[in-house]
C-alpha cells in the first residue's frame, strides 16, 4: 500500500481571471433594477413621470391662481412670467388648469390600475387555480362584459349618473380588469402545475395560501410590465371622453378639456393646445417606454 505524505500534495495553481466570478451575487429584484437602470429611455421615461407627477401635486398649491377663478381683465393672454402657460378666454391661468387636468388624469389611470390590480388577478388567479366548472362559468362571465363597448358602457353610465370623475372611474372598474384577468389566467395555468405548487398542497396549504403566496408571487413581474400599459389606456380614454364632450365638466380641467378648449383656439392661440399636448404626449410616451423597459428587466431570459 502506498504511503501518502505530505510531498503528494501540491499547492493549487493562482485563480486566473477565467475562474473570476464576474457577476455579483443579486436577487431577482436587485439585477431587474440593475437591467433597468441600464435602459436609458426607460430610466428617461420614470424621470420625467416622477418630475410631472411631483409638477401636478405641487404646482396647483404654489400657484397664487387657482384652476376655476375667472379674471376677466386678463383673458387671452399670451406666455409670460406671470402667466407660465399664458390664459384662457376666461382669463384662467393655464398653469395652474395644466398641472390640475395632469393630476386627475394620473389619479384615474392611477385608480384604474389598481381595479385592475385588485379585481383582474384575483379573478385570474382563482380562474386558472380551481379549474374544471369554476373556470367555465368565470371565463363564460368575462366573455360576456368583454362584449360590452366600453365607450358605450361610460356612456350609458355618464347620461344616468351625469359627467365627472366617478363616472369614468365607475365605467372603467366594470370592464377594464378583464385584460388583466385574462393574462394571469394564462400565466398560472402554466404554474399551477410546477413541483412547488405540488409541494404546497401535499403539505396541507390552503387554496387561497397558494394563489397569493405561490402563483401571484411568480407573475409579479408580468403584472407590473402590464399595470404601466394600463395606466396611459385609462388616461388616454378618458382624455378621449373629455375631448367628446362627454368627461370632465368645465370648469374642472384634465388635460382632454384643456386639448378640446385649445383645438377651438389653435390658429389664434396656439399655445392653448401647445402645452397641455406636450404634457399629454410626454405622459403616455413615458409609460410605454418605461413599460418596454420593465419587460426586458424583468424577464429572467434577457438576463446575462
Known sequence: MEIISKDKFQPAEKTTSADAIVRPSLTYWQDAWRRLKSNKMAMGGLIVLIVMTILAIVAPFVSKFDYETQYLMDTDLKPSWTHFFGTDDFG?????????????SLFIGLVAATLDLVIGVLYGGISAFFGGKVDNIMQRIIEVIYSIPLLLLAIILIVFLGPGIKSIIIAYALTGWVGMARLVRGQILLLKEQEFVLAAKTLGAKPWRIILQHLIPNVIGLIIVQITFIVPTAIFFES????????????????????????????????????????????????NVLGDGLRDALDPKTRK
Do not use: C
Not at 384662467?92 to 386627475?104: A, E, F, K, P, S
Open 92 to 104: 384662467r391661468d393655464l398653469w395652474t388648469r395644466v398641472w390640475w387636468g395632469t393630476r386627475i
Open 240 to 287: 378621449f371622453l373629455s375631448f367628446i364632450g362627454v368627461g370632465i365638466r368645465p370648469p374642472m380641467a384634465s388635460l382632454g378639456v384643456l386639448i378640446n378648449d385649445g383645438a377651438h383656439y389653435m390658429r389664434y392661440q396656439p399655445h392653448r393646445i401647445i402645452f397641455p399636448t406636450i404634457v399629454f404626449s410626454l405622459i403616455l410616451l413615458s409609460f
